[in-house]
């Protein structure tokens, strides 16, 4: 293995080359592509791929290799920014130094936390980004609020998926088995290559979801592996040759997952042993699953019988089968209900922490663990005003945030106490990424009196709401470590390495040791600038936050003592695995499975605290009888459940709003709202489109193109058409994530961030009984076509 | 003097991009000029059902003139690896002397794509 080569090179003509492993900015999920950045003089010349790295191979994806364009882009923001607050809305921002920053946003903080308690203080991060790591730290240990918000109505990405595994299988978060954590990769001696992978309700070719190397599918299918893809859509891995496509309608999932069930449990064609052993409430899955006899599944979800039950006998009988799940199961008021189905039919197929099956995280690691400590900074009493946590248990047991429905009541009601002051790591929410009803968002939001933005680039939502903004670094321009869904199932992770530096940005990282040396240096001891002169002692005795406002108090901004705290930082947490930063960056890139990983965790005692053989769960098992879901007043076995916008659930409406359209899915040219400033990716989507089959848009007078109006009962966006026959007629698939950088950024205009915002057709608090699942990927609607984004 | 090709395995080739931004960045075009250029052909339903044998979807990166006077014979970069073909995502492309990608070609048992440059 060629891998742990030195992590810089000066070449004879002045050129530097860097291996990193790339994450964020600009906005992925922590993919960790091992990359050669190429400099000069301290510029960004080119990424380049690291052939050397196991997993990626030298490979690249589009969003990355534009990093010198996003680098360079002249909208983007490089230095601390301040804006007077009568000045929202307004391109009326003043640069300010990173002292300045620093001693008046401590103050503001410090007035808050003091006159109306820490939890007036609320943080909004964005979905995938390094942000997934500090927004949690910042919340808890340097501003010591509880409440840590993700805007996504019923937190419709992820998290979902991390709870149900937590409550009814016990364990992190479970993975197709790429070999991803084995050095020798597919030929690894312990890697057997999966049969069939069952892709459901994810394209992870473009999308990476969670750090999960997407074209991993495209290695395997090269070696012999079959896809059965289970999308309301028609994919490009899914239309090989061998592969089998389940063409569900929108929503419907839970329903196909319970079909197949029944027919593997009717045929006796499932993994009786494992089953037998390792699953809690065998017997009631039985019945329940009986409730769901093919012909009805094969009606609620438009796919033919014969195809359910041509998949059920493979997934039963031909081994090993891989699952990758994806963000249609936490789109989805049933998605609860959809993750637990699916756990248990990769436990009935045999896969669960096998070769070639899915693998499992142990319940926490690393930087995992430790972003999840930091809310012992705060004392219960302010734990316990964490927004939503008391009346929405399933939601809170599993995740550290609020309920981010009610956040917005909170918000708009001021019930039960006024949030004051707002920070907004990463997150552009106006634009259609994650909350439903942006506008209300927008509304609420308004009303905060503080506003910090921790961002790239100006967006709408940091030019109607923003105070002060924090520029921040991209991968290439901070140090730093990937790892693969945020620790909860570590794949491998490696270290990203500092080739540049660009004006005044800063990290995640960097960001939480200054402002935590400020607020909470117990907590954040790291960084030590050359002036202070804070009595740490004292501060640390102290039991409610002391204001740090005397000039002797502050520590002035010392560059070298934030990458030594940086590098402190990190070497700390990579104790646990016997590395320090130098160490690691030596190292090149981790994979557990060259240090003890393995295989059939629940066999040996390698799940459970107590060391005990089983999962981590209440019995022990893996729960298709879920004793948490029943003590919170949801049925304790899966279900189907009708999408409550439909015009099945909604008759009513059927003839106003006759088609269904889903949304979220992902292109190579863009991360959610990010790239849209970035020429050559701009160059390849330059415009939010919708997918439609050819049989609706003759209906409706609309060749490829045109631009239309999507729009429902909750509100409206503009797209334009793209004719396809891989939906289904009366199926519609929108864009996400877009505005419009190229446009006049004040209000009301917002960059055009109302024109084509999906988010506005999706309703507020439709979620689960849980407080999770919304349904961002099907919701009933009509079309009509206009002739531009603007004109009627 | 030694002929270039670029050999696509376009089965698999995934329309990622990654090629097309590549030559950008390695040969410094402006915006509206290209290396390499993706192509689609489909997404078309061809057959009967829904497996995926029932649909034609295919992407060919097509190598431009300027892609072929960088690489191809006698070109400044002639012999070198393509940062296009080290990046693309899904590990379809190949660049070699025109003799070498024949005999790659031989190794695969499904169509392939052989430019010569």
Redesign the interface.
């Known amino acids: 293995m060629a891998y742990g080569k030195q992590w810089q090179t000066v070449m004879e003509d002045g050129t530097v080359v860097t291996r990193s492993n790339t994450w964020s900015p600009p906005g992925s999920h922590p993919v960790g592509y091992g990359v050669k950045v190429v400099t000069k003089d301290g510029e960004l010349i080119?990424?380049?791929?690291d052939?050397d790295n196991p997993i990626t191979?030298?490979?690249?994806?589009?969003m990355n290799?534009?990093l010198?364009e996003y680098t360079y882009a002249p909208s983007r923001v490089i230095y601390p920014m301040k804006r007077a607050v009568e000045d929202r809305g307004l391109d009326k921002w003043e640069r300010i130094s990173w002292d300045q920053a620093l001693d008046e946003i401590s103050e503001k903080v410090r007035y808050f936390q003091n006159t109306y308690g820490p939890e007036s203080i609320v943080c909004f991060g964005g979905t995938g980004r390094e942000a997934c790591i500090f927004y949690y730290a910042l919340t808890f240990s340097v501003l010591q609020s509880p409440n840590c918000c993700y805007t996504q109505s019923g937190w419709s990405c992820y998290g979902p998926r991390c709870s149900i595994a937590d409550y009814v299988l016990g364990a992190g978060y479970p993975e197709l088995d790429y070999a991803g954590h084995l050095p020798g990769s597919y030929h690894d001696p312990a890697y057997t290559l999966s049969k069939w992978v069952v892709v459901w309700g994810k394209e992870p070719?473009?999308s990476n979801g969670d750090g999960f190397f997407g074209?991993c599918l495209?290695?395997m299918?090269?070696l012999g592996t079959k896809?059965i893809s289970i999308d309301p859509r028609?994919t490009?891995v899914?239309?090989?040759?061998?592969?089998?496509?389940l063409?569900v309608r929108p929503q419907t999932d839970a329903c196909m997952a319970l079909g197949l069930m029944n027919l593997m449990f009717q045929n006796e064609e499932y993994d009786k042993e494992f089953a037998e052993k390792w699953i809690f409430g065998l017997d009631d899955l039985k019945a329940r699953a009986a409730e769901y006899p093919v012909e009805k599944v094969a009606e609620i979800t438009t796919v033919?019988a014969e195809?359910i039950i041509r998949v059920a006998h493979i997934i039963g009988t031909e081994r090993p089968i891989g699952w990758a799940w994806g963000l249609a199961f936490d789109q989805n008021k049933n998605g609860v209900q959809l993750s637990q189905a699916m756990i248990l039919l990769a436990a009935l197929s045999g896969s669960i922490d096998r070769p070639g099956g899915l693998t499992l995280g142990p319940p926490s690691a690393l930087l995992g663990k430790w972003r999840m400590n930091q809310r012992g900074a705060m004392d219960d009493a302010v734990w316990q005003l964490r927004i939503g946590a008391a009346a929405w248990p399933g939601l809170s047991t599993g995740m550290a945030t609020t309920q981010p429905d009610e956040t917005l009541n909170t918000m708009e009601s001021d019930e039960p106490y006024a949030l004051k002051m707002g920070w907004f790591n990463s997150s552009n929410f106006l634009a259609p990424t994650c909350s439903a009803q942006p506008k209300r968002w927008h509304k609420a939001l308004k009303k905060l009196e503080c506003v910090v933005i921790q961002d790239i680039t100006q967006t709408p939502t940091s030019m109607a709401l923003g105070d002060y903004f924090l520029p921040m670094s991209t991968w290439a321009e901070h140090d730093g470590i990937v790892l693969t869904h945020y620790g909860r199932n570590t794949v491998f992770m490696g270290p990203m390495n500092r080739a540049l530096v660009v004006g005044e940005c800063k990290s995640d990282l960097e960001i939480c040791l200054m402002f935590g040396q400020r607020l909470n240096p117990t907590w954040w001891p790291w960084y030590k600038p050359a002036t202070e002169t804070l009595d740490i002692a004292a501060l640390a005795q102290s039991e409610k936050p002391v204001a740090v406002t005397s000039a002797e108090g502050r520590g002035k901004f010392d560059y070298a003592a934030l990458e030594q705290a940086v590098w402190d930082f990190e070497s700390d947490q990579l104790k646990e695995l016997g590395f320090d930063w130098k160490s690691f960056q030596e190292l090149g890139l981790y994979q557990p499975g060259a240090h003890g990983f393995e295989y059939e965790k629940y066999e040996k005692g390698m799940l459970r605290f107590d060391g005990d053989p089983g999962f981590n769960t209440i019995t022990g098992q893996i729960e298709a009888y879920s004793i948490l879901y029943e003590s919170w007043g949801e049925d304790p076995l899966p279900y189907y459940e009708e999408p409550n916008f439909s015009q099945i659930s909604k008759p009513e409406f059927a003839g106003q709003y006759p088609l269904i359209t889903t949304s979220g899915s992902r292109r190579?040219?863009s991360f959610h709202s990010e790239h849209r400033h970035v020429?050559?990716?701009r160059?390849?989507d330059p415009w939010p489109w919708v997918q439609i089959n050819p049989e609706t848009a003759e209906a409706y007078g609309v060749t490829d193109g045109d631009w239309c109006e999507v729009y429902n009962m909750f509100g409206e966006a503009r797209f334009k058409a793209e004719i396809?026959?891989?939906i289904k007629p009366g199926i519609l698939n929108c864009a996400h994530g877009w505005w419009f950088p190229e446009q006049d950024g004040e209000e009301p205009n917002l960059f055009g961030v109302w024109k084509s915002n999906f988010n506005s057709l999706v309703p507020h608090m439709n979620i689960g009984k849980l407080g999770f699942g919304a349904p961002y990927k099907g919701v009933m609607c009509n079309l009509r076509r206009v002739r531009s984004l603007d004109a009627e | 003097m030694t002929k270039y090709a670029l050999l696509v395995d376009y089965?698999?080739f995934?329309?990622?991009?990654?090629a097309?931004?590549?030559c950008?960045?390695?040969l410094g075009l402006p915006?509206d000029q290209f290396g390499i250029k993706e192509v689609e052909v489909?997404?078309?339903?061809k057959g009967e059902?829904?497996?995926?044998?029932a649909?034609?979807?295919f992407y060919v990166p097509c190598p431009t003139s300027i892609f072929s006077d960088h690489w191809g014979e006698g070109g400044d970069k002639a012999g070198q690896r393509p940062?296009a073909v080290?990046?693309?995502?899904?590990?379809?492309m190949y660049y070699g002397t025109l003799e070498d990608m024949i005999a790659k070609m031989a190794e695969f048992d499904r169509p392939m794509v052989l430019w010569q440059l």
């Open positions: 080119r990424i380049e791929g052939d191979t030298g490979r690249v994806n589009a290799l534009a010198r070719l473009p074209h495209v290695d299918m090269k896809i028609i490009w899914g239309a090989h040759n061998g592969n089998i496509n063409q033919p195809d190579y040219s020429p050559s990716l160059q390849i396809t026959p891989i | 089965t698999y995934s329309g990622n991009h990654a097309e931004i590549a950008k960045e390695e915006l489909g997404p078309f339903k059902g829904n497996d995926g044998d649909w034609e979807w940062l080290q990046v693309e995502e899904s590990a379809s």
